[in-house]
Nanobody, 127 residues
């Protein structure tokens, strides 16, 4: 059972990136997926999550309107489309998965909720 996050890189302010979270050994369809990020010297914070019950989504206030989380059922993946990137979005981004029993809530923004973690991908927003 393994998760892998990819798609990070260097982008100018105002630019876009799409992060991918893929899995081997299990099907993401049955798991809530969260995206988290951790900047140097800061705690890991929840960015977005998507339900396995009804594909409902939720976003941190800091990214609402700029980031979009979605599932790719054909490829067993979850994406995080990041637009209008800002320098403060610079961080290592992680995806995580957990079996889901309840609707989306702030519970799914806590790192401790999740069972499986990818290795992280670095996003740097700089001119």
């Amino acid at each position: 059972v393994q998760l892998q996050a990819s798609g990070g890189g260097l982008v100018q302010p105002g630019g876009s990136l799409r992060l991918s979270c893929t899995a081997s050994g299990f099907t993401l369809d049955y798991y809530a997926i969260g995206w988290f990020r951790q900047a140097p010297g800061k705690e890991r914070e929840g960015v977005s999550c998507i339900s396995s019950i009804d594909d409902s989504t939720s976003y941190a206030d800091s990214v609402k309107g700029r980031f979009t989380i979605s599932r790719d059922y054909a490829n067993n993946g979850v994406y995080l489309q990041m637009n209008s990137l800002r320098p403060e979005d610079t961080a290592v981004y992680y995806c995580a998965a957990v079996g889901m029993d309840n609707p989306i809530s702030m519970y799914y923004f806590r790192p401790s909720t999740y069972t499986y973690w990818g290795q992280g991908t670095l996003v740097t927003v700089s001119s």
